[in-house]
């Protein structure tokens, strides 16, 4: 069955129009631009300086797409980078972005986006329609490799046409209300942003689609222009990236609602391979913050002497932002796994809860289903976590055959098979978690070994399928996404977000039908209906969510009176909401008082205004 979709899928169409002509503008458009919503930044900011952070591995490549191109850096390259508009992070309401105003079709599929005339890439081009009938062609284009990108933009994206050179016309596949075809073209992750078409040029374009032949091999180290403040500057690969600012005349800051955001002058990202060793680098001022949502690093190391001396501050805000799927997901493709019955014990097996309790020092929460949560009424009400059962897990082994326990307690078969799997993990300040983890599910007669890959090599391990159980939180928009995780379209494919391989025909209709959904309430109960079939078959353990941000600065670090947003995921991430700045007489009134002794009054803030 042809999918009809508005989120994902796989299989790019031939022989559609990349770049063509609106006639006109309806007659009676309204525009819409939502100018007047409250700001989130401070007039009191100073721009300058440079912000010292780190990375626990380097990017395997600098692309936003393609192979290997979910990196830690995407966030500087595309999630962060200008959309056409973006929800108010307090309001929730659409504020301009790259497009100073938008309007509707009647038809219920197109949108219309007036342009920022001032917008122009950091090389100093302008950004046009045309670079955005250029995107259709970059993300249609099998040279990046991509197959997410090439579905959405084929299937999701039926077309964007040129109006005039500051006016595009955005036509979705399917009809949709308006918010929410606002959501499917602004999704942070969705990469629907202009492409500098000038920058490709020049290069071999053999099938004709539109894109330089051997785009991987050739872009995998370069770095395009951005429409965002900050521009990649310096790479010392293996070592570290430094960003730098566009400069005060940053087209973003004719926006009002970018005014006094994006204050450091430079961002420099050093690899430091190890929490410990970084946090010693953070002690000695070598970086300017360190983030500390590990409750084993808030509880256990936030109270150094420089805390107590006033030079290094606390901070810990709460927000409500989207949790995404995730926790322990199993590979029904790998042996043994396809057994139901074996995924309900591994299921019931795995104490999360504990985990949290114990480890987690009570700071994290459940997450009530594996598909995520904090996404309104799509999440269905009364999703709860399975409790910790070993005796209940271990009569589901013992169905799938594991009805005999070994001389080290582990469950064996009829052909002496251990009950054993591997879980891969991207850090090791995970282990003493999944560690957790191991030592409970004994108790169902169930081996964890732990299987540790650096940093973005895990997520390179999984996409390729190699994994049995995988410990992993993905990212989320505010609506749920399903195709990518459960259709069969991505089953058995490496580079596709399906981490558990499962497929269920029954399955792929109901995200068919999620997906090509116009009424509200429908779509909201054909999300039930999915997460209950998730629910059902018992393939993804669902795991822990962080609605807070928390980290230790120097003082030199400064923020408004109100620092955080709903929607603030970092309260110091350059490329987040990012209203903070670095005040320099503050660094040097430090840096003295240190040589001299003198201390400062201890801070630590809490800001729970948007704790749930």
Do not use: C
């Not at 508005?6 to 007659?27: D, E, R, V």
């Not at 401070?42 to 395997?60: I, K, N």
């Not at 307690?409 to 191991?438: D, M, Q």
């Not at 040097?588 to 003198?598: H, L, R, S, V």
């Amino acid at each position: 069955m042809k999918k009809i979709m508005t989120l994902s899928a796989i299989a790019a169409l031939s022989g559609m129009t990349f770049a063509s002509y609106a006639q006109s503008l309806p007659a009676d458009i309204n525009w819409v631009s939502n100018n007047d919503e409250p700001l989130f930044a401070s007039s009191e900011a100073v721009r300058g300086g440079t912000l010292r952070t780190f990375m626990m591995s380097f990017p395997q490549t600098l692309r936003s797409v393609g192979p290997d191109a979910n990196s830690g850096l995407r966030h500087y390259f595309m999630d962060g980078s200008p959309k056409l508009a973006q929800r108010h992070p307090n309001t929730g309401k659409w504020i301009p972005q790259l497009a100073e105003s938008w309007a509707f079709s009647d038809d219920n599929k197109t949108v219309y986006f007036k342009l920022n005339e001032n917008a122009k890439w950091s090389d100093g081009e302008k950004i046009t329609a045309d670079d955005y009938l250029f995107m259709l062609k970059y993300y249609r284009s099998k040279d990046i490799v991509d197959p997410w990108y090439n579905d959405f933009f084929s299937t999701s994206i039926v077309d964007v046409k040129k109006v005039d050179d500051f006016t595009i016309a955005v036509e979705t596949q399917v009809e949709q209300s308006q918010d929410a075809l606002m959501v499917l073209i602004n999704m942070p992750s969705n990469g629907f942003q202009p492409r500098p078409e000038h920058f490709f040029k020049g290069g071999k374009d053999e099938n004709g689609d539109g894109m330089v032949d051997n785009f991987v091999r050739k872009f995998n180290f370069k770095s395009e222009p951005t429409a965002g403040p900050y521009y990649l500057d310096k790479v010392k690969k293996g070592k570290s990236v430094t960003f730098k600012h566009v400069g005060e005349d940053w087209w973003g800051y004719s926006n009002r609602y970018y005014q006094n955001r994006y204050n450091v002058e430079k961002i420099r990202i050093t690899v430091i391979r190890d929490f410990d060793i970084a946090l010693k680098h953070f002690e000695k001022g070598k970086l300017d913050y360190f983030d500390m949502v590990l409750p084993e690093y808030w509880h256990g190391k936030s109270d150094s002497q420089a805390s107590k001396d006033g030079y290094i501050q606390k901070f810990w805000g709460f927000n409500q932002v989207p949790q995404g799927a995730g926790g322990l997901w199993m590979n029904t493709a790998q042996p043994l796994l396809d057994d139901i019955n074996l995924r309900k014990g591994i299921m019931l097996a795995t104490d999360y809860d504990g985990m949290i309790a114990n480890i987690m020092r009570g700071d994290y929460s459940r997450k009530p289903h594996g598909l995520g949560f904090g996404h309104g009424q799509y999440d269905k009400a009364n999703n709860k976590a399975p409790e910790f059962d070993p005796a209940k897990a271990a009569e589901h082994f013992t169905q799938a055959g594991f009805n005999k326990v070994g001389p080290d307690g582990i469950r064996v078969n009829a052909s002496g098979e251990r009950l054993s799997f591997a879980i891969t993990y991207g850090y090791n300040t995970w282990t003493p978690r999944i560690a957790y983890l191991k030592e409970q599910a004994k108790l169902a007669g169930l081996e964890f070994t732990l299987n540790l890959v650096d940093g973005s090599s895990a997520f390179k391990f999984i996409l390729e399928k190699k994994h049995e159980l995988a410990f992993l939180n993905m990212g989320s928009g505010e609506i749920p996404a399903y195709w990518e995780y459960l259709h069969s379209d991505n089953a058995n494919k490496p580079q596709t977000n399906a981490h558990t391989n499962f497929s269920s025909p029954a399955l792929d209709k109901l995200i068919e039908q999620y997906d090509a959904e116009f009424d509200q309430e429908k779509r909201y109960a054909l999300s039930h209906q999915i997460q209950d079939y998730v629910t059902d078959a018992n393939i993804i353990v669902p795991g822990y969510m962080v609605p807070y941000s928390r980290a230790v600065h120097w003082r030199w670090i400064q923020y408004p009176n109100s620092p955080m947003t709903k929607k603030t995921e970092s309260i110091f991430h350059p490329m987040d909401i990012a209203n903070f700045w670095l005040n320099s007489d503050v660094k040097k009134e430090t840096q003295e008082a240190m040589k001299k002794g003198k201390t400062f009054p201890v801070v630590s803030i809490v800001d729970d205004k948007y704790k749930l």
